[in-house]
């Protein structure tokens, strides 16, 4: 063995030399581990036959006929035992004085595996943009590092609850807003937010996209960001392009490997049809929710009649009386004056009547507000007063102290307190005892008002009475109930009918919303 291919031996890369036509004339000891032929095998063959030579890319300079002298690139071969290798493989020929190729040395390392990573690498990321540009959902990619890096000091600065400061520093949220800047947007995003290039958006801050009604929803995505929630899911209103918002659903993909690269995902669905119908039915429903009230009013027409009569005629009794005084030698000023006070008061009282008929009678839009359910009872009750009285119905209130508020629609709650109230009159039209017990109390999460009768019970399975046009009645449109379970819904709670200790009892249950 020559010192030289001692040498070459003792080298962990394949070294093989060859001539001009390719016949192997060394073969190291690397060689025979690679492709699996021994030495005394390959020496003497032509070298592309025993491995089957192609390269790896095809190309016209690349002819395995006529290949280069010098070369380096990536070749496949197949080893003694069948299996196919990527090879990175550099040729370097040794020359005569005239320039004529005597011998080519290759060498030649695996690069199978590290080729098998790339390609499963490139097919993921193929995958990923295929996804990401196929989804029927807009995606956006942002990169948040700056907000990160105006994030962080806050921790050092004290600030705990980072949700309370943020929502409270509002023009610190822009400043993050203006450098969370969009790094790559999905098809669907460039036509949801209606851009025409891609300037139009990419490389635009976030802040242009987000008008300042939308910001809670994005102070939850930095606190989740921080918090290191895996993601975050919410409704909100964006901008597009032209300054038109987009109702949309709203999800923040917040990975271990996004955060790490300081990107954060957006995932955005249009959802602008939903929220038109939404819209649509809450009108419907305000409509039926005027018709049945309207309705209600109807019945109470003849005791809401006698109401107001009753004041009329005490004014008109006051006033002849200031008349007599008057009229007399020695005109007594003073009960005059006490009976002009009367009349004040009973103009009041039937002012009073008329206004809670009116907002009874109203059509308007719903208004939320947080306000206490013990007054709204009270108010309620206030203008059945007269309409139970007539009906010989006495009325006990248990109202909890200290209920929090309730965010609801005044006139709404007023409705669904009077149509409880009315129905248990009706129903306790021919019991003996008509007693009406109204309860209001605190629950988890929940404040419960309960009104109970004495009258005869349900006269069917509980939930049948809230269907629509279910009726017992002669007169009844069987839509008071069905109209209160959908009001309650709309605010969240819930409302179910059963039978209690002596009449029937129904059941409210409406949510304590945490003010923002
Ligand atoms: P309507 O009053 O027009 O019949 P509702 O939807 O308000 O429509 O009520 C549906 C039905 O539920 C009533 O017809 C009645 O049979 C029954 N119902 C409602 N409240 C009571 C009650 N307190 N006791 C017994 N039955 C009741």
């Known amino acids: 063995m020559t010192t030289e291919s001692r040498i070459l031996d003792l080298i962990h890369e394949s070294v093989i030399t060859r001539d001009p036509a390719g016949i192997i004339l060394s073969w190291n000891a690397a060689s025979e581990a690679l492709y699996g032929w021994p030495k005394t095998t390959a020496i003497g063959c032509q070298i592309d036959d025993l491995l089957q030579s192609r390269f790896a890319a095809a190309a016209p300079d690349r002819d395995l006929m006529a290949p280069p002298a010098d070369w380096e690139g990536e070749l496949i071969r197949v080893t003694a035992n069948g299996t196919e290798l990527v090879l990175d493989v550099r040729w370097q020929a040794e ?99 209606g851009a025409d290039t891609r300037d139009a958006i990419i490389g635009r801050a976030i802040a242009d996209f987000w008008p300042p009604a939308s910001e809670p929803v994005y102070i939850d995505s930095l606190v989740a960001t921080m918090t290191r929630q895996p993601h ?32 954060m ?89 008329i206004n809670r008929v009116r907002a009874m009678a109203e059509r308007r839009e719903t208004e939320r507000q947080y306000l206490p359910l013990n007054q709204l009872v009270a108010e309620a009750v206030a203008f059945l007063d007269h309409d139970l009285a007539m009906r010989a119905v006495t009325l006990e209130t248990r109202l909890a102290s200290e209920l929090p508020p309730v965010l609801v629609d005044r006139t709404q709650l007023h409705q669904i307190v009077v149509n409880l109230v009315v129905n248990a009159a009706q129903a ?70 059963a039978n209690g200790a002596v009449g029937a009892r129904f059941i409210v249950t409406l949510p304590i919303t945490p003010r923002s």
Not at 95 to 100: E, N
Not at 236 to 243: E, Q, S, Y
């Open 428 to 497: 306790m039209a021919d019991s003996p005892t008509r007693h009406l017990c109204i309860t209001t109390s605190l629950a988890e999460g929940a404040v419960v008002l309960a009104v109970e009768d004495s009258g005869p019970g349900l006269p069917a399975h509980p939930e049948q009475l809230f269907e629509s046009f279910f009726t017992t009645k002669s007169s009844g449109m069987g839509m008071g109930l069905a109209i209160c379970r959908s009001l309650i819904e709309a605010h969240g709670g819930q409302i179910v009918a």
């Open 95 to 193: 020359r005569d004085a005239t320039g004529a190729v005597l011998r080519i040395v290759e060498t030649a390392r695996d690069i199978t595996e590290r080729k098998a990573i790339d390609d499963a690498l490139r097919l993921s990321e193929y995958r990923y943009r295929n996804m990401f540009e196929a989804m029927a959902v807009a995606f956006w990619e942002v990169d948040f590092t700056q907000v990160g890096a105006m994030l962080i000091p806050l921790r050092d600065q004290g600030v705990t609850d980072l949700r309370t400061w943020l929502l409270a520093n509002r023009d610190f949220v822009r400043r993050t807003m203006e450098r969370a800047i969009v790094l790559d947007l999905n098809l669907n995003g460039f036509a949801l937010f």
């Open 265 to 353: 995902l957006i995932g955005v669905v249009d959802i602008s049809a939903r929220k038109q119908a939404e819209a649509a039915l809450q009108r419907l429903q305000a409509e039926f929710a005027h018709a049945a009230r309207v309705s209600v009013l109807g019945e109470l027409t003849a005791s809401l009649a006698h109401e107001v009569n009753q004041p009329l005629a005490a004014i008109a009794t006051s006033a002849s009386a200031s008349m007599r005084w008057l009229a007399a030698e020695q005109p007594d000023l003073d009960e005059v004056r006490s009976l002009s006070a009367r009349i004040v008061s009973d103009a009041r009282r039937a002012a009073a009547i």
């Open 232 to 263: 975050i899911v919410s409704e909100t209103r964006l901008n597009r392009v032209d300054g038109e918002p987009i109702d949309v659903l709203f999800t923040v993909s917040l990975s271990e490997n996004n955060r790490k690269r300081g990107v």
